[in-house]
């Protein structure tokens, strides 16, 4: 599993997000609370879960003050239990409030797409075959979504439109046939770039393995017609299968022998942990 690079666009769009909350000002902190102030903030889990996101944490605050001090009080990944406290942040207590929901938010967004991915990836019970994210992500947050799926267990499908073919039923359609679009692809994909080809039914898995595909992505099929495609494949080609798949029925899906499952609802569909944080001030 890879870190989360905090880098400049990222830092950018945290920058921004806080001045959509901030505003000109938060006009109840301002009122309320006393400059200088010190305090701390613990941030507490409130569902079972997964613990996701502390790097993006730490970076709200110390966007707003390079003196306030953050811990993380559980690994990342780490599988955490209501009443467990997974951070604290300590320093001005106008600054803590300033950053409060932003901060909470994106927290409680990541760890529910660890938790998720998590539960799909127990519920698969077969550690061979790779869980994998889509393209269903926030937009302008999608390095975020892919790293909660990476610390929930999952793994990252194509990073965008850049760095993989994967042709999908209307280029199949606007290039005039499954054939046609493989040998489109072969003909001028970048080198190293790999190719994989969506099909909807077995007759159209015979279509891609003629044309040579080399991954094939098993669009909405049943697990009983996934174990009779990976029986024709027989190891010609990956598989991937993709659509349909649910917390119910996914051990079955993995035990069809397919290599990889891609699920959007990893990342369009998953619940925030519920998170809150107390704020206590601190002797002077």
């Known amino acids: 599993m890879s ?4 880098d400049a666009q990222l830092r950018a769009r945290l920058r921004q997000a806080l001045i959509e909350d901030i505003g000109e000002g938060d006009l109840t902190t301002l009122a309320t609370v006393a400059a200088g102030t010190q305090a701390r903030g613990r941030v507490m889990v409130k569902a079972v879960g997964v613990f996701c996101g502390f790097p993006v944490f730490e ?11 953050c811990r993380a009080m559980v690994e990342e990944g780490a599988r955490v239990k209501p009443g467990t406290v997974v951070a604290e942040v ?3 207590a106008r600054r803590i409030l300033h950053g409060e929901r932003l901060a909470l938010n994106l927290l409680g967004r990541l760890s529910g797409v660890a938790s998720l991915t998590r539960r799909y990836v127990d519920g698969m019970n077969r550690p061979g075959t790779l869980l994998l994210d889509t ?10 979504d892919r790293y909660a799926v990476r610390m929930g267990g999952g793994h990252n499908h194509r990073s965008g439109l850049y760095d993989m073919i994967l042709i999908k039923e209307n280029h199949i359609t606007l290039a005039g046939g499954i054939r046609k679009a493989l040998e489109a692809a072969q003909a001028s994909r970048p080198e190293g770039v790999p190719i994989e080809i969506e ?21 909405n099929f049943s697990p009983a ?11 010609r080609a990956r598989l991937e299968a993709s659509g349909g798949v649910t917390l119910g029925n996914i051990e079955e899906v993995a035990a069809s022998g397919v290599e990889r499952i891609s699920i959007g609802a990893l990342t369009h569909s998953a619940p925030c ?3 809150s944080m107390l704020i206590e001030p601190l002797p002077v």
Do not use: C, F, H, N
């Open 59 to 69: 970076a709200v605050y110390r966007l707003l003050d390079e003196e306030l001090t």
């Open 3 to 6: 870190s989360l690079v905090i």
């Open 273 to 275: 942990l519920d998170l």
């Open 225 to 235: 017609q996934l174990r009779q495609a990976v029986e024709r494949v027989a190891g």
């Open 199 to 219: 099909v909807r039914d077995l007759g159209e898995l015979e279509e891609a393995l003629e044309g040579r595909a080399e991954l094939i992505l098993l669009d």
């Open 135 to 144: 393209r269903k992500t926030l937009p302008l947050w999608r390095s975020l």
């Open 90 to 92: 300590d320093g001005e």
